[in-house]
């Protein structure tokens, strides 16, 4: 719902949904739904023919050498029957794989859930692979932010969504993740998606729920692509996942993404400590066991990539400090409010005949008398780390709560926040993402971690513990998407991001 009043959300029913409970409304009940699950599956695109014609011909440049045509008179073997077998490409046994990458989300997974002893699966995969001690999200930590960073490899003042919901004062339109017009306009959505990039590497991509456009401003899409939908069971999505894997060999995606929200729901609804966040957890857990077994019984785990991420973690707001913005602004502050971008913290512009630079002046003094509670920021003053000033798109003004804190105009102190919230600055321990990875990737890093340490060179970045599990040292979510392009084995595909060059070469 894009707000253009002048007046911060004051009932739960103007806050944004998902902010205060996920995406429990946006699909379901939503007049804009978008298309259903069930009649969505698209088709494998022209790609699979450009695919099929270089292969083609790479064979006859083969043949042409001489090499495949003397292992074919020798061996008697047909190499248009089983061609690939000839290029030295990975095998379960039966059929041949192209090396996959399988990325998925967990929304609202805090890194420390990890830690309560509900997520045996989980755990014992990143024994197998490897887990971060966390994963730093960009800010705002909201969902689409985070998601179309993970995607881009980019903060949100390079990537264009730089909220939920946000006025883009260039084209004078509203943002809002929960509204087709908005959400699948590719015109919002700056950067390159990985599966733009695989795409453009002649990669079959599989898009399952990714927060984020359908296409993008190229043209490019998904090779597959299954919309949004609510609570879609976790079953469905692994026979989903599942149908791709076994898909025939040119059909067959090498890129899949997939994404689940039921945590980050039950957290925004009961809060980060309550039974419904340890029920769901658990149903998670046995999700990514599922997915792994069956990826054992196709004896693909040693061709599968599997990285389990998520966008963002969770604080308790049950108790929350009010700030009361319209005691700080004065009833003129607040009328001259033109638009409010995000939730928990808040981007500012004022109309533009307000006296803006007062209205600046008394959120700043509210901010100094009480800097425990809040921080108010221009594009000039906003801290470097955010990497969130040099876009139209972020407001001129931004007012960040501390934890603990919301902001609000409600003059009865009524709470109407829900009981787990984030958007909070992007170094608090609670807004932390998880990493956890497993497949040859994993293989291979705990190999040459094991290597290092018998070789006694030093292991930075990375410490063992007692039960085995390597853990890397907390990055940032933008060094995913250089990650995959590695797996993929596209880095020279890759689009210019705002991950670490060479970040991966340690371990990879
Ligand atoms: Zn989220």
Redesign the pocket.
């Known amino acids: 719902m894009p707000k253009h009043s002048a007046t911060l959300p004051v009932t739960s029913k103007d806050l944004d949904p998902e902010e205060r409970q ?1 995406l429990l409304h946006n699909a379901d009940d939503d007049a804009e739904d978008i298309a259903s699950f069930e009649s969505t599956e698209s088709q494998p695109r022209s790609s699979t023919r450009r695919r099929i014609t270089i292969t083609a011909a790479a064979f006859i440049a083969l043949l042409i050498t001489g090499t495949l045509a003397r292992t074919v008179l020798f061996s008697g073997f047909s190499p248009l029957k089983d061609p690939v077998s000839l290029l030295g490409l990975p095998s379960n046994g039966t059929e041949a794989f192209k090396r996959t990458v399988l990325i998925v989300s967990i ?2 997974l805090r890194a420390d859930y990890l830690d309560r002893g509900l997520t045996p699966h989980l755990l014992a995969l990143s024994k197998k692979g490897l887990r971060a001690k966390s994963m730093k999200p960009i800010f705002p930590t ?2 689409f932010p ?1 998601h179309w960073a993970l995607m881009t490899g980019l903060h949100a003042e390079s990537h264009g969504i730089v909220a939920n919901n946000f006025w883009d004062p260039v084209e004078k339109v509203e943002f809002h993740y929960n509204q087709i017009s908005s959400a699948w306009n590719p015109a919002f959505w700056l950067g390159e998606p990985m599966w733009e990039t695989a795409e453009k590497a002649g990669i079959v991509t599989a898009n399952l729920m990714w927060p984020g456009p359908p296409k993008t401003t190229s043209g490019a899409s998904s090779t597959y692509f299954i919309p949004w939908k609510n609570k879609v069971p976790l079953k469905v999505k692994l026979d989903q996942v599942l149908q791709w894997i076994d898909l025939p060999f040119e059909k067959r995606p090498q890129l899949i993404m997939a994404y689940e929200p039921s945590l ?1 729901q039950a957290g925004h609804w009961k809060g980060p400590n309550s039974k419904l966040v340890n029920d769901t957890l658990v149903k998670v857990d046995k999700f990514a066991k599922d997915l792994h077994d069956s990826l054992a019984a196709r004896n693909l785990t040693d061709i599968v990539d599997i990285v389990f991420v998520s ?2 973690g969770m604080t308790d707001t049950s108790h929350p400090t009010q700030v009361f913005i319209n005691e700080i602004l004065g009833y003129d502050g607040l009328k001259a409010i033109e638009h409010e971008d995000g939730w928990p913290s808040v981007g500012l512009r004022f109309h533009s005949g307000a006296n803006t630079t007062k209205h600046l002046n008394a959120l700043l003094e509210a901010s100094y008398e009480n800097p425990e509670r809040f921080a108010v920021y221009t594009h000039e003053t906003m801290p470097e780390r955010y990497h969130f000033a040099n876009h139209d798109r972020i407001a001129p003004i931004y007012v960040v709560p501390k934890i603990g804190y919301v902001l609000t105009t409600n003059p009865d102190g009524d709470d109407p926040m829900s009981k787990g919230n ?1 958007g909070y600055d992007n170094e608090e321990r609670s807004m932390q993402a998880m990493f956890v990875a497993h497949g040859p990737f994993s293989t291979d890093v705990k190999a040459q971690h094991q290597n290092r340490a018998l070789s006694s060179r030093a292991t930075t970045g990375w410490h063992s513990t007692a039960d085995d599990t390597y853990v890397m040292e907390t990055f940032q979510n933008v060094e995913i998407y250089n990650l995959v392009m590695k797996l993929l084995g596209i880095s020279h595909y890759a689009a210019n991001n705002n991950g670490t060059t060479g970040f991966w070469d340690q371990y990879l």
């Open positions: 996920a929304d609202g909201l969902t985070n980050d966008d963002h984030h």
